[in-house]
Nanobody
Framework: QVQLVESGGGLVQAGGSLRLSCAASGRTFARYTMGWFRQAPGKEREFLAAISWSGGRTFYADSVKGRFFISRVNAKNTVYLQMDSLKPEDTAVYYC???????????????WGQGTQVTVSS
């Protein structure tokens, strides 16, 4: 069992940056691939980025490649999402999630955080 808690969301102007954090409980954090997703009102949940258990492999959605960067520190049971050059269309609730497989698909993730709101003003 893994419990996930996101933090770091907020209001930022277009072009600005935010870093989201996701703190995990449990001693098995290091075995999981960790992903970040977002969901805007009226839209489906969207994959953003994932990182393998070792940090050796990363995956990004085309919509955020080159602007968002995922990383993890297993010793701190934490995964991060650095978000640069933010746009108003990045406004959404952002979620971290954990899975046993390398996946971009939300239904393959077993554990989810409660989400953190990111709002980008124009």
């Amino acid at each position: 069992q893994v419990q996930l808690v996101e933090s770091g969301g907020g209001l930022v102007q277009a072009g600005g940056s935010l870093r989201l954090s996701c703190a995990a409980s449990g001693r098995t954090f290091a075995r999981y691939t960790m992903g970040w997703f977002r969901q805007a009102p009226g839209k489906e949940r969207e994959f953003l980025a994932a990182i393998s258990w070792s940090g050796g492999r990363t995956f990004y959605a085309d919509s955020v490649k080159g602007r968002f960067f995922i990383s993890r520190v297993n010793a701190k049971n934490t995964v991060y999402l650095q978000m640069d050059s933010l746009k108003p269309e990045d406004t959404a609730v952002y979620y971290c999630a954990a899975t046993d497989v390398d996946s971009r698909t939300s239904h393959e993730y077993d554990y989810w955080g409660q989400g953190t709101q990111v709002t980008v003003s124009s």
